[in-house]
């Protein structure tokens, strides 16, 4: 009998060695090294390359299709980050802290489809019964039609749900829970994870129901396992947030149903996730209109108008390099929006610290943001505070210019619904911008990073400092 071969799988990066060493070579984390049975899991195939193969028949790119069905869970915010709700028969990863409400969205979104008198079934590998009842009756869906179980086992799992009515929906919370007796290591480990994975990705293409596996993140923000599970499933949802807001962003960074830039925003209630319809009125509902180094950003997420506050803190440093600090963009933008300030505007600026905050944990990466992390960074520097009614979005150039950026009506709408008089922008017709019910927001034109420099500096009375 041919001796059982055993093989060394990094935790972290799932390298494959075939000695084991303390320190992993290919991503250089400790203790990360585990044996693994060589016979089981990806990669046990048939000997000959051939033995056991059956061919197919292959087929061209024309032909029939059949589109992806969906079913909408009614929660507006989950069905806009799926791109119109669960397709049957794919798998859905949803990522995110720990405490972030996972389990939460997806025992409401279960709730809803068990509503609307789909067969949803919730099998929970974390909590206990009693607690996933806790959590229904906090959530006031005590009522709806969800079959629960509470189970870790992938094989009693499938057992489970092949002797059940065919469901629309399984969830199963979390991956890093299930484990598979064809795999020896330990739950959690990568193999088990992966193989567990696979299996309940089979399962949903076999039987048509939509798959969703729960999946931590771990600090280093991968989803622990490590990633090998995004490759597998046709949709990757992260819901982001952070503990000090009561809000919640879905975004999809992986879908093969649909698009990825949507964002679907929600808050943490007492009584579960409630959907934010106007997520605009939310990133601003706390905003000091009259600060000085505020300004309101006209941004997209996806095919959504958003508007959020930019924060921005110039301050004399006592440093020989100054310090950056920026939350929710990118440091190289800011470096590039400061080069522009200093060499085309000849705004002193460069040697100050500064710090830059997009308000309400949200994060951008739109360059149109340029426009209003100049305008709350030159604000902050004369320390005049912006037109309170006025919104900011386009793109800086390495000459200073303003680039004009897409869907201007759009951002325009949305900021005249919210009460906005002026946009300062560029590439728009300047005058006025009609937006729907009526109300009007006038679009001041800026040729320049230099005319809002010195817009800023007019409002001050006096010009800044060359
Ligand atoms: P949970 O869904 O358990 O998070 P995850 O599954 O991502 O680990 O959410 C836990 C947090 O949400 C917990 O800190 C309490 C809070 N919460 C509420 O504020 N209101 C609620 O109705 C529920 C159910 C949870
Ligand atoms: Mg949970």
Known sequence: MARQKSRFVCQNCAAVTAQWAGRCESCGEWNTIFEEAAQSGIGAGPKSATAGGRPIALTTLAGATDDAARIATGIAELDRVTGGGFVQGSAVLVGGDPGIGKSTLLLQAAAAMGKMGKNAIYISGEEAIAQVRLRAQRLGVMDAPVALGAETNVETILATLQAADPPHLVVLDSIQTLWTDRVESAPGTVSQVRTSAQAMTRFAKKSGATVVLVGHVTKDGQIAGPRVVEHMVDAVLYFEGDGSHQYRILRAVKNRYGATDEIGVFEMAADGLREVSNPSALFLNQRDAGATGSAVFAGMEGTRPVLVEIQALVSPSPLGTPRRAVVGWDTNRLSMVLAVLETHCGV??????????????????????????????????????????????????????????????????????????????????????????????????????GDLVAQVAAAKGAAVQN
């Open 348 to 449: 002193r600026i460069a040697a100050n610290d500064i710090y830059l905050n997009v308000a309400g944990g949200l994060r951008i990466t739109e360059p149109a943001a340029d426009l209003a992390v100049a305008a709350a960074l030159v604000s902050s520097l004369v320390d005049v505070a912006l037109p309170a009614d006025g919104v900011y979005f386009g793109e800086i150039s390495l000459s200073g210019g303003i680039r004009p950026v897409a869907h201007g009506p759009a951002r325009l709408r949305e900021a005249a619904k919210l009460g906005f008089a002026t946009a300062m922008t560029a590439g728009m017709t300047a005058g006025m911008g009609a937006a729907e019910g009526g109300a009007a927001i006038s679009v001041r034109e800026l040729n320049s990073l």
